[in-house]
């Protein structure tokens, strides 16, 4: 299975990064060992003083399909679950400065941890989930899919004209506003509409 992500999909997080709003979706990837799963812990890494955290919707795609018309990419999902795209900020800064790659910046073992599912027909309203992440019980980051600048189905059709959608994959649909450093010891929760959907401690 591979991770795609989405990056600058609501226009707060990329103001906040001093990033243009783009005109169709930017992705990148990550590989299976990004993975954390089942509440396991992320062991900092040594090669960064600066993880931060990016609160992200992430549905799991149910069946193949390559070139997806939009009225079609409702059919390649039915869970959506809540993740963090952990990225090293400062390995980042540096990859772009030189206009390098970022994947030693995104997709570095445990980036990539991912709590439970929920079947989307349990959800109001595809087009206004709310979801947000907690660090030691203060809320950090809280998003609403109505903000986002490629719907779900948009990001399904743009990606699969690139790359073929298997079933497994995962694509983290992008982070709102509030981005900041993880530290050790602290304790990551994300909801989906105020349910506890995932819990990563940091180690
Ligand atoms: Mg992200």
Not at 73 to 94: C, P
Not at 118 to 131: A, G
Not at 155 to 178: N, Q, R
Request: proline letters at 4%; aromatic letters at 10%.
């Amino acid at each position: 299975m591979k991770i795609i992500c989405i990056g600058r999909n609501y226009a707060e997080h990329a103001k906040e990064m001093n990033a243009a709003v783009p005109s169709e979706p930017v992705f990148f990837l990550k590989p299976d060992t990004a993975i954390i799963k089942d509440g396991q812990p992320f062991y900092y890494p040594d090669f960064s003083k600066e993880i931060h955290h990016e609160v992200e919707l992430v549905l799991k795609i149910n069946k193949p399909g390559k070139n997806i018309a939009i009225e079609f990419a409702h059919k390649y999902y039915d869970e959506i679950g809540v993740g963090i795209d952990f990225t090293a900020r400062d390995v980042q800064a540096k990859c772009k400065e030189k206009g390098l790659p970022w994947e030693k910046a995104k997709a570095f073992d445990g980036s990539a941890p991912i709590g439970n599912f929920i079947n989307k027909k349990n959800l109001q309203n595809n087009k206004e989930i709310e979801f947000h992440l907690a660090i030691n019980n203060t809320i950090v980051q809280k998003g609403n899919t109505k903000d986002l600048l490629f719907s779900f189905d948009e990001v399904i059709a743009y990606v699969s004209k690139f790359i073929t959608l298997k079933t497994g994959d995962l694509i983290y649909t992008g982070t709102p506003e509030g981005v900041g450093a993880i530290k050790i010891g602290d304790k990551l929760e994300a909801f989906i509409e105020n349910k506890k959907m995932f819990d990563c401690e940091i180690k």
